[in-house]
């Protein structure tokens, strides 16, 4: 059974920077896309964060433009996510996810906080 295993949560203060990691262990083949949503704080609905596609192809949510940045490193099946610049909208469970045809796997979550 293919897992997404996740690091780099924690707290941190507003302006500071943080670096999520999500290696995606077992067989998972045909990837079509990797990346991250958010569920914020008193919020039930994930929002998409970035994704990066098989192709390279980045889109990010507005919100975090200019301040996130994702990569992928194929051969090890792993995405990053590179946060500066952080706010404290930008607390939330982050969860990384794996885009496969007719099956999304997700990671179980990571916890950032930044305070003010």
């Known amino acids: 059974q293919p897992q997404l295993v996740e690091s780099g949560g924690g707290l941190v203060q507003a302006g500071g920077s943080l670096r999520l990691s999500c290696a995606a262990s077992?067989?998972?083949?045909?990837?079509?896309?990797m990346g991250w949503y958010r569920r914020a704080p008193g919020k039930q609905q994930r929002e998409l964060v970035a994704?990066?596609?098989?192709?390279?192809?980045?889109n990010y949510a507005d919100p975090v433009k200019g301040r996130f940045t994702l990569s992928r490193d194929n051969a090890k099946n792993t995405v990053y996510l590179q946060m500066n610049s952080l706010k404290p909208e930008d607390t939330a469970v982050y969860y990384c996810?794996?885009?496969?045809?007719?099956?999304?796997?997700w990671g179980q979550g990571t916890q950032v906080t930044v305070s003010s």
């Open positions: 994704v990066i596609t098989s192709g390279g192809s980045t």
């Open positions: 996810f794996v885009e496969v045809p007719l099956y999304d796997y």
């Open positions: 077992g067989s998972i083949f045909s990837i079509n896309a």
